[in-house]
């Protein structure tokens, strides 16, 4: 073997350039299967231009035929890797296909989890999962109001809005440490929100990550999640923020003109009285809308823009821009996509009523359970994260 142990080495991953790393790094990728045949990477010794992995003498325990590579960059300047081929630069073979990323993705869970089934590594992938959908629900203040003088009130008609901040005027006097607990606890659940937010998005391309490299430890995935976990975590903590505001304005402008019909009749009469169509189509509109959009958002950035944003580590705006360029050149094939989702989706929610019906409904008590939950759907959650992906795959 050459002297390739005396020298820094560089590859290409997912369109991305890793660099410099010793020589014995560069096999124990291969070895994690991360490091492909035909992936490219770079020494000293080859001056002229990248050269796939395969034609590296050593670097793979059996040695195959080089895979064909598109056209390689002329040499760098000594001592300097040349610039790497971004992966927007090659060719798109083929359109994409949602068949044949399904079919695919339904191979690579069997093969993975079943083909041998190993438990270890099953709760491995299945623990980034959970992080992936890890949260918590809003603190439940309840018990602080009086609702069942509130729920006699409204069913008398007598409530008004004089009557509600009455309510909340004694109920913050008559227990000042009220106001204390309520404000310490909001600020406590927003920092919660957030720090799951944060961890939702790591998890997230952890989870991308073991479904490209089942064999990573849980703490390779972690590590290789740290490159796009921030950037996503900013994109989904502004998309639930302008979400949650824009469901509030509609909220409130659409109670306003409620309440002037209340306070001036006082009763609920003239909240009735302005219900009209306009009413109805200006809010109801606005709502839909606002529904549409945001769902449409969370959805293309789930399936496309994370898996993108994984493979290129170029930042979420970047990646929106391959999302933008796919939607816009295969909308047929997005559309075939969501259609075949959703038979997925409608089959797997099928599956969960049988399996809880057949458990007597103890499933669903284990399927509440922290991390075991998501060890046991794991199947289920592997297509889903995976179907996008390999969505991508099968068009480049």
């Not at 395969?54 to 195959?64: Q, T, Y």
Request: net charge positive; proline share 6%; charged share 15%.
């Amino acid at each position: 073997m050459n002297d390739y142990e005396n020298h820094a080495w560089y590859c290409v991953l997912n369109g991305n350039r890793l660099g410099p790393m010793p020589w014995q790094t560069l096999r124990d990728r291969a070895r994690r299967g991360e490091l492909r045949h035909d992936d490219l990477v770079w020494a000293a010794p080859f001056q002229a231009a990248w050269r796939p992995a395969a034609s590296v003498e050593g670097l793979f325990e059996e040695e195959p035929a080089p895979a064909a590579r598109p056209p390689l960059p002329e040499a760098p300047a000594a001592g300097r890797p040349p610039e790497s081929p971004r992966e927007e630069h090659l060719p798109r073979a083929t359109a994409p296909g949602s068949r044949r990323a399904f079919l695919h993705v339904w191979r690579r869970m069997v093969q993975t989890l079943f083909q041998p089934f190993d438990l270890a590594r099953w709760f491995s992938i299945g623990f980034c999962a959970w992080i992936a959908q890890i949260g918590g629900g809003l603190p439940n203040l309840q018990g602080f109001v009086d609702v069942e003088a509130l729920k006699r009130q409204v069913e008398a008609g007598t409530a008004t809005l004089s009557t509600l901040a009455a309510m909340l005027f004694n109920t913050l006097a008559n227990t000042p440490w009220l106001t204390v607990a309520m404000l310490v606890s909001t600020v406590a659940g927003l920092l919660v929100a957030v720090l799951f937010c944060w961890l939702r998005a790591r998890g997230s391309l952890m989870f991308l990550h073991r479904i490209h490299h089942p064999h990573a430890t849980i703490r390779e995935a972690w590590q290789a999640a740290g490159v796009g976990a921030l950037p996503l975590f900013w994109w989904r903590l502004g998309l639930a923020v302008l979400g949650w505001f824009a469901l509030l304005a509609i909220g409130f402008g659409a109670a306003f003109s409620l309440g002037l019909g209340l306070v001036r009749s006082g009763n609920w009469t003239g909240l009735l009285a302005a219900i009209t169509l306009p009413w109805a189509l200006v809010w109801g509109g606005s709502l839909v809308f606002l529904l549409l959009v945001w769902s449409t958002l969370k959805s293309l950035g789930f399936h496309f823009m994370e898996p993108y944003l994984y493979r290129d580590r170029r930042g979420v705006w970047a990646a929106w821009g391959r999302v933008w360029a796919l939607c816009r050149d295969y909308p047929l094939e997005v559309l075939r996509f969501y259609a075949l989702l959703t038979i997925f989706l409608l089959a797997a929610g099928a599956a969960l009523m049988v399996f809880m019906l057949c458990s007597c409904c103890l499933g669903l008590l284990l399927l509440l359970i922290p991390v075991v939950g998501a060890v046991v759907m794991l199947p289920l959650l592997w297509l889903h994260r995976g179907f996008g992906a390999a969505f991508l795959d099968f068009g480049e």
